[in-house]
């Protein structure tokens, strides 16, 4: 008797309307605490550097740009993730700081810098003879100083680079095809930042913002949070002073800002560092988004974005132009506004029970033809 393919299962169950989830916000929420930095696309960069890990599609680096400079002290949870991912190509010139904060080897947030395409030039920034490590599925376009540091690569090497080692694997179609993977992490990623952020707009909020001038009213906050909607005009009001809007903020307590507007400049300030773990500022429809100082986590994993100056706590965004620094800490607020997970309507049992009905009619039958 043959097996039946999982092609036929799939077939059979898409019949059914059964689709999987597009996105899981419990997850989404995860890697705010996780990541400093994700972006969907291409992080174009000058200089300046990102305190915590980052995840981005691509890189187009300039001026020794500083990944993971900072420290698990400083507020990043504990992560499965390296200290900087890239799917795509890391062009230009980066550095590796391997979590070590301003050259102290306290609570390091990681060593390795994981790309899947190509490579520009790496320089490793080592404390006390620590090793950092670079794992490329590309080529090393550039030559640049290994040292004691290690560096594994699946394509071709640049003359005089020393040390490096070629492993065939980590290429496109290797058996440990680096780009692959990442971009597995990648797709899960926007899928779940994406579904956070849906979600955080749909929630009942106490109140809109419209002018900054007056504290905002948590009286009716419940289960640890508080939901605001902020008009597009109070965003992008020059005169905005956002800090008075915390100022009655409770200990303990987030505080979930969904902004209105598609194309968003901030021309306010916003300079209080208590916001950064506790406040996220949700920017679902946001396409274009340009921030000055700015505190809080960013979410805007529709957005193209760009800042002048530096941003506190964790930013998601498609696309991104880094011409301040990103510091940490990320996200570390409630999760209760997420509630439990969803259970399956009757009518959706229904149309379960009669998948499986379906399955196993085809299942039957091709028993049936098997045995005939």
Known sequence: ???????????????????????????????????????????????????GRSFVGSLAAANFTNFGIGSTSQGSAASSYDVLSVVGNATGSFRLKAGYANGSNANPLGDTARIGGNVGYIDFNDANGAIGKLVAG?????????????????????GGINGAVKDASLAAGGANDVAAGLAVQMSALSNNLTALSTQLASLKALDTISPTSSALNYSGATGGYAVFTMTEAAFTDQNANFDNLFKGMPSGVTTIINVLGTNLTERGNVNDKALNQNVIWNFSQAQSLSLKGFHGTVLAPLASLVNSSAIEGTIVAKSMQLNGEVHLGTYAGTSSFLGTSAVPEPASWALLLFGFGTLGGVLRKRRALALA
């Not at 090393?140 to 640049?158: C, D, E, M, R, S």
């Open 138 to 158: 590309g080529n090393l376009t550039t030559q640049f100083n290994v040292n004691n540091h290690k560096v594994t690569y699946g394509g071709t090497a640049a």
């Open 1 to 51: 008797m043959r097996r039946l393919s999982l092609s036929v299962v799939t077939a059979a169950l898409l019949a059914t309307g059964a689709h999987a989830a597009p996105g899981d916000a419990a997850a989404g929420l995860q890697a705010l605490r996780e990541l400093n930095l994700v972006v969907f696309g291409t992080l174009s960069t000058n200089g300046q550097e990102v305190e």
